[in-house]
T-cell receptor
Framework: SQTIHQWPATLVQPVGSPLSLECTVEGTSNPNLYWYRQAAGRGLQLLFYSVGIGQISSEVPQNLSASRPQDRQFILSSKKLLLSDSGFYLC??????????????FGPGTRLTVT | KNQVEQSPQSLIILEGKNCTLQCNYTVSPFSNLRWYKQDTGRGPVSLTIMTFSENTKSNGRYTATLDADTKQSSLHITASQLSDSASYICVVSAPTSGTYKYIFGTGTRLKVLA
């Protein structure tokens, strides 16, 4: 079976500090991977998606970046956090392929508070 | 601009009652429409998925409908239970560069009271 992990679960960081959130998937190969952010009381906003190692597509210009150094590892980073970066960050995966019948499975999320 | 709008923003009902949540979208091209349930502090979990050619899909007490002509969908919850208290999110997918993008609505926060 497949499992998706995210860590840390919660994080409190000062403005201007760096950020690194990690997401890993087990039990599958070459998954499509996604990073979302959910601000308080708002919907999920797609930040980045990846269809393969080193392949990153950005949806929203911002001070965040993503990397996929290994097939099942997806990292969300920032060099300097802003207050507006606070939110609930979710990683998701789906089976690779061109059919849209596959489900998207979400990780447990990381709650980030920038102070 | 690809958008998914949901109404109402929040809803309070008594246990055992039915309710219907609405979703309007302007996503193009359109692939599938999904309804997710998200408990507070957790990731969303899929309830139903419909292609543009499907009009209705059920999953237990949840029934989703889709009108691809008017670009509207609804989620009907029958005989609500306390455990139905959650946010319900409408998600529309669109094909892009070898995969699919998912455009999320802001959700309807449902609270079921005893």
């Amino acid at each position: 079976s497949q499992t998706i992990h995210q860590w840390p679960a919660t994080l409190v960081q000062p403005v201007g500090s760096p950020l690194s959130l990690e997401c890993t998937v087990e039990g599958t190969s070459n998954p499509n991977l996604y990073w979302y952010r959910q601000a308080a009381g708002r919907g999920l906003q797609l930040l980045f998606y990846s269809v393969g190692i080193g392949q990153i597509s950005s949806e929203v210009p911002q001070n965040l970046s993503a990397s996929r150094p290994q097939d099942r590892q997806f990292i969300l980073s920032s060099k300097k956090l802003l207050l507006s970066d606070s939110g609930f960050y979710l990683c998701a995966w789906r089976w690779e392929g061109r059919t849209d019948s596959y489900e998207q499975y979400f990780g447990p999320g990381t709650r980030l508070t920038v102070t | 601009k690809n958008q998914v709008e949901q109404s109402p923003q929040s809803l309070i009902i008594l246990e055992g009652k039915n309710c219907t949540l609405q979703c309007n979208y302007t996503v193009s091209p359109f692939s599938n429409l999904r309804w997710y349930k998200q408990d507070t502090g957790r990731g969303p979990v899929s309830l139903t998925i419909m292609t543009f050619s499907e009009n209705t899909k059920s999953n237990g007490r949840y029934t989703a409908t889709l009108d691809a002509d008017t670009k509207q969908s609804s989620l009907h919850i029958t005989a609500s239970q306390l455990s139905d208290s959650a946010s319900y999110i409408c998600v529309v997918s669109a094909p892009t560069s070898g995969t699919y993008k998912y455009i999320f609505g802001t959700g309807t926060r449902l609270k079921v009271l005893a």
